[in-house]
């Protein structure tokens, strides 16, 4: 089992944050979240000539009697939003145990704000090439929390299909926020499932987590390597040298450099955690520093 984060002083510390989430979109009416539409909240914005098919329940009449013309009330639209969370639950998700943790808790970490923030959330878990739903819609802290608790008994197998990610027809136009936590070493096509949700007008949080051996490994000499994720547990025998090492970092930071480039190309946002980084740190900082949370 991944050791996590999940216990009331984790998740005392974040009560006082929020997510943000963009003024464009739509969301549904009920949350906190103000968008670029007027509606029907209780804090006044603005005031606006009537035009013809305009709501009369909207006229100010104090003003009429002033000036003789109509003229509508405004007030700040607010939203529930969806927050819907794609977990990476694959076998090299586990290879580290504090990897598949620390994806956990950032899962648990985000989803907890979103209850904060009277939103919907929802846990995909995707292994074995399918997508998981555990849970449903959670609504409220007391069913999170109730959640949450199985969440980190999840067990991490086989292989993401990030592909899945557009089958889910649960995907509303511009209703929320999607986030896909992943270390995305997999020959799966994850970009299709960035796209799909960018096409699909979602905000899109793309995640990344490492090991320190994934990010700077220092291992050498004769190994046996293991794709834990290919039906036939496909192995390669070599010997490490400090040259395939410097390689390996070259690589690394391309790969890393890819992901950035690419989600920076569809409007999304990109952030890749270090287990070794205490979680707070990458919530209160790496989140701070990309807007997404305040």
Same mark, same amino acid.
């Given at each position: 089992?991944?050791?996590?984060?999940? !216990?009331?002083?984790?998740?005392? =510390?974040?009560?006082?944050?929020? @997510?943000? @989430? $963009?003024?464009?979109?739509?969301?549904?009416?009920?949350?906190?979240?103000?968008?670029?539409?007027?509606?029907?909240?209780?804090?006044?914005?603005?005031?606006? =000539?009537? +035009? /013809?098919?305009? !709501?009369? =329940?909207?006229?100010?009449?104090?003003?009429?009697?002033?000036? !003789?013309?109509?003229? &509508?009330?405004?007030?700040?639209?607010?939203? $529930?939003?969806?927050?819907?969370?794609?977990? #990476?639950?694959?076998?090299?998700?586990?290879?580290?145990?504090?990897?598949?943790?620390?994806?956990?808790?950032?899962?648990?970490? /985000?989803?907890?704000?979103?209850?904060?923030?009277?939103?919907? %959330? *929802?846990?995909?878990?995707?292994?074995?090439?399918?997508?998981? !739903?555990?849970?449903?819609?959670? %609504?409220?802290?007391?069913?999170?929390?109730?959640?949450?608790? #199985?969440?980190?008994?999840?067990?991490?197998?086989?292989?993401?299909?990030?592909?899945?990610? *557009?089958?889910?027809?649960?995907?509303?136009?511009?209703?929320?926020?999607?986030?896909?936590?992943?270390?995305?070493?997999?020959?799966?096509?994850?970009?299709?499932? %960035?796209?799909? &949700?960018?096409?699909?007008?979602? $905000?899109?949080?793309?995640?990344?987590?490492?090991?320190? +051996?994934?990010?700077?490994?220092?291992?050498?000499? =004769?190994?046996? &390597?293991?794709?834990?994720?290919?039906?036939?547990?496909?192995? @390669?025998? /070599?010997?490490?040298?400090?040259?395939?090492? #410097?390689?390996?970092?070259?690589?690394?930071?391309?790969? @890393?450099?890819?992901? *950035?480039?690419?989600c920076l190309s569809r409007g999304a946002t990109f952030v890749s955690a270090d287990t070794r980084t205490p979680l707070e740190?990458? %919530?209160?900082?790496? /989140?701070?520093?990309?807007?997404?949370?305040?």
């Open positions: 089992m991944a050791s996590t984060y999940f !216990d009331d002083k984790f998740f005392g =510390r974040l009560e006082n944050l929020s @997510l943000y @989430l $963009q003024s464009t979109l739509s969301g549904y009416y009920g949350g906190k979240h103000l968008i670029k539409k007027y509606g029907q909240a209780m804090d006044f914005a603005d005031f606006r =000539r009537y +035009e /013809l098919g305009d !709501d009369i =329940r909207s006229i100010d009449w104090n003003l009429f009697a002033r000036f !003789d013309k109509y003229f &509508l009330k405004l007030f700040n639209d607010e939203r $529930q939003m969806h927050i819907r969370i794609f977990i #990476d639950c694959s076998a090299s998700m586990d290879v580290y145990p504090q990897k598949a943790g620390y994806a956990l808790s950032l899962a648990a970490a /985000l989803g907890f704000l979103a209850v904060c923030g009277n939103d919907k %959330v *929802s846990f995909h878990l995707l292994k074995n090439g399918e997508i998981y !739903d555990p849970f449903g819609l959670i %609504v409220g802290k007391n069913t999170f929390l109730r959640a949450v608790r #199985d969440l980190g008994k999840v067990a991490f197998d086989g292989e993401a299909d990030f592909a899945a990610i *557009s089958h889910i027809e649960s995907v509303s136009s511009g209703d929320g926020l999607s986030i896909i936590i992943s270390d995305f070493m997999t020959e799966n096509d994850w970009h299709k499932a %960035v796209d799909y &949700l960018v096409w699909k007008k979602q $905000q899109v949080l793309v995640m990344q987590v490492l090991a320190a +051996e994934e990010i700077e490994p220092t291992f050498g000499g =004769r190994f046996d &390597l293991v794709d834990v994720e290919a039906a036939d547990k496909r192995n @390669l025998r /070599l010997k490490i040298v400090r040259s395939m090492l #410097d390689d390996y970092d070259d690589v690394f930071r391309e790969w @890393l450099d890819e992901i *950035s480039k690419f740190i990458t %919530v209160f900082r790496d /989140l701070f520093s990309c807007d997404i949370i305040r």
